[in-house]
């Protein structure tokens, strides 16, 4: 049996699927038991020459063909954005083809239009390469981890900002030279707003939760903070207390709650996300069966995200070979949103200080009248050069808010230089 395969898209994560589908045919077949093969793949300029182990007459402008076509079994989506991706993806699953997406940012926003068309048409969506690219996170949440309960994920989940984090970390540049040298690389685009300010991240994160808690969850419920604000003081001060700065997307359910988020935070040294450096990517998985488990590796690239859609493409083919049926949309839970404020985690705050008798009282007073409990302070300089530095115990995300304002309204309190979560310790 041959189970046929149109592409949209010849970018890098469609050629890179279409150079797998080639030199792995016979291992692809075994483990199918078909097949696999693309027929047709469109693009935005066919005219153009490209090196890729099909005929040129596969290639089309026409995407709508590709998905109305009577020769295609299974659509892979590879354009990216919103439109046209969206109504191709929809009229793919009208037409009865099954559909395999690596776009997080369409999944994010419209996952629950697609969903339900997919389930109305008895037909497969499979996005394993739309989270942290060549590490496979979609299925081991989905059907590995179906007998536990997950409580939390904590992810590094954008590779540009881990690489900058990474060179801010360990050669003490400023934010903008990290960003100027990941750009130089190819690590960040040359507008790099989506990576910057945590659109992708957050785009993950939303996808992560709602596999993970089994309830829809779109880049909007996610509260959302980027790494432009981290100075180098923050991250020299967080080496300091024995601290790495990760951008983390965390999803949590607690008392039935979903709560989602991305922001720098500290996460212990000894922690297994502490050690995730470079553009690369983990999630790491916390169940009170299975305690903790870390998925690590490339979250970026052609080849690497063509392996978890060539992984996708096996396994539709296999049911379409079989008769079987994947796993379909696992949203069956309508769990409410937790507010940002509701949430709670660890503080870290450095604030420039007064230096005389007092202050220390002061300052812990504003905690006390918030309920805010701080674990460790200490003064750092004299003087001018005052500052104290504290780490609060695990505290509601308002309480600590209403406890900045306090703080920037105490005389003896010179700035809120930096405020920062922590994350991973308790
Ligand atoms: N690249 C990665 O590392 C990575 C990692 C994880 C997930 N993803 C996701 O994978 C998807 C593809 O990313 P990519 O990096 O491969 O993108 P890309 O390199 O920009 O490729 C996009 C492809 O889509 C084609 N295309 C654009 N508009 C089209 C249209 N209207 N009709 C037909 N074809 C059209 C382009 O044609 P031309 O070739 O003619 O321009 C190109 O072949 C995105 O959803 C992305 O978020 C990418």
């Known amino acids: 049996m041959i189970v046929r395969v149109g592409l949209l898209g010849a970018g890098n994560v469609g050629a ?9 045919a016979e291992d692809i077949e075994q483990r199918a038991g078909c097949r696999i093969e693309v027929v047709r793949v469109a693009v935005r300029d066919p005219d153009r020459t490209r090196d890729l182990p099909i005929v040129p007459e596969l290639l089309t402008g026409d995407a709508g063909a590709v998905v109305r076509g009577d020769d295609v079994d299974v659509v892979a989506e590879l354009i990216g954005g919103t439109e046209p991706a969206r109504s191709l993806i929809l009229e793919a699953l009208a037409n009865g083809k099954h559909v395999v997406t690596a776009n997080k940012e369409l999944l994010s926003t419209q996952g629950r239009e697609l969903f339900d068309a997919a389930e109305a048409a008895g037909a497969a969506l499979q996005f394993e390469g739309a ?7 979609i299925r081991p949440l989905k059907e590995s981890l179906a007998g536990e309960r997950v409580s939390r994920v904590l992810g590094i989940v954008n590779g540009t900002t881990n690489y900058v984090l990474t060179r801010m970390t360990e050669e003490g540049m400023s934010f903008h030279d990290a960003l100027a040298v990941a750009i130089g690389h190819g ?3 040359a507008d790099p707003t989506a990576d910057i300010e945590g659109y992708d991240a957050a785009a993950k ?6 596999i993970a808690f089994n309830t829809r969850v779109v880049a909007g419920d996610v509260f959302r903070e980027g790494i432009g604000g981290v100075s180098v003081e923050d991250i020299e001060f967080a080496g300091r207390l024995g601290y790495v700065v990760k951008l983390l997307a965390v999803a949590e359910l607690d008392h039935d709650e979903v709560a989602a988020r991305v922001h720098p935070a500290m996460v212990p040294k000894h922690h297994p996300l502490a ?5 690369y990517n983990a999630v790491f998985v916390e169940g009170p069966n299975v305690g903790q488990l870390m998925l690590y590796g490339p979250g970026a690239g052609g080849a690497a995200t063509a392996t978890a859609v060539v992984g996708d493409l096996v396994d539709v083919a296999r049911n379409v070979a079989t008769g079987g049926r994947a796993v379909g949309c696992t949203c069956y839970a309508d769990r409410a949103i937790r507010p940002m404020e509701a949430t709670a985690t660890q503080y870290y705050l450095l604030l420039a200080v007064a230096d005389r008798p007092g202050v ?8 006390g009248d918030h309920g805010v409990s701080i674990k460790s302070v200490w003064q750092e300089g004299t003087g001018d050069d005052a500052l104290l530095v504290l780490i609060t115990h695990r505290a509601n995300e308002g309480a600590v808010q209403r406890t900045l304002a306090a703080l920037r309204s105490l005389e003896a309190v010179l700035e809120v230089r930096s405020v920062m979560r922590v994350a991973g310790e308790e």
């Open 205 to 210: 994160c939303a996808i992560l939760a709602s």
């Open 187 to 189: 690590y960040a685009e």
């Open 131 to 137: 989270v942290a690219g060549g590490v496979p996170v």
């Open 16 to 24: 890179a699927t279409i150079r797998l589908l080639h030199e792995h």
């Open 275 to 279: 050690a995730v450096r470079e553009a």
């Open 360 to 367: 220390l009282a002061q300052v812990a007073g504003a905690f």
